[in-house]
């Protein structure tokens, strides 16, 4: 990657407590990734970390964005199972997208446990997966 020295997560947020920052209410289309073929692409030739409830993959791309794809599969429980897990990932990244270094894809695939798992957990999960690639740099 062409800026090692910038982790994709800023080291400054407090996320050891899990705090989250209300800055921007939205989540626009051009911020989620709709396509399978750069689904394909992120995990493919993305870096990978792994945590108890979702695996998250990470791509350096020439945008001056951050994105986020996610994939929760029938495993993970019914639609109202997914449907919640999906609103969890998507307020996540919302809240902590200020924070994430611009030029980055994120996907996110929710591992069967998380259909069993409460919001805390989730969110708990979320913030050492992201929190993991600042150290792996």
Same mark, same amino acid.
């Given at each position: 990657? &062409?800026?090692a020295?910038?982790?994709?997560?800023?080291e400054?947020?407090g996320?050891e407590?899990?705090?989250?920052? $209300?800055r921007?209410? &939205?989540?626009?289309?051009? &911020?989620?990734?709709?396509d399978?073929? %750069?689904f +394909? !692409?992120?995990t493919?030739?993305?870096? +990978?970390?792994?945590?108890?409830?979702?695996l998250?993959?990470a791509?350096?791309?020439?945008? %001056?964005?951050?994105?986020?794809?996610?994939?929760?599969?029938?495993?993970?429980?019914?639609?109202?199972v997914?449907?919640?897990?999906?609103?969890?990932?998507? %307020?996540?990244?919302?809240?902590q997208?200020? !924070?994430? $270094?611009?030029?980055?894809d994120?996907?996110?695939?929710?591992?069967? $446990?998380a259909?069993g798992?409460?919001?805390?957990?989730? $969110?708990q999960? !979320?913030? +050492?997966?992201?929190?993991?690639?600042?150290?792996?740099?």
């Open positions: 990657m &062409s800026s020295a910038q982790p994709p997560f800023s400054q947020t996320l407590s899990g705090d989250l920052l $209300q921007d209410a &939205s989540f626009p289309r051009s &911020s989620r990734i709709l399978g073929a %750069e +394909k !692409l992120v493919s030739s993305g870096r +990978k970390l792994g945590g108890r409830f979702f998250l993959f791509r350096q791309v020439p945008l %001056e964005r951050s994105r986020l794809g996610i994939t929760v599969s029938r495993k993970v429980g019914n639609a109202v997914r449907n919640r897990i999906k609103r969890h990932l998507r %307020e996540f990244f919302r809240r997208r200020p !924070l994430l $270094q611009r030029g980055y994120w996907v996110v695939i929710a591992r069967p $446990q259909g798992a409460v919001a805390a957990g989730l $969110q999960d !979320l913030v +050492k997966l992201f929190a993991g690639f600042v150290h792996r740099d």
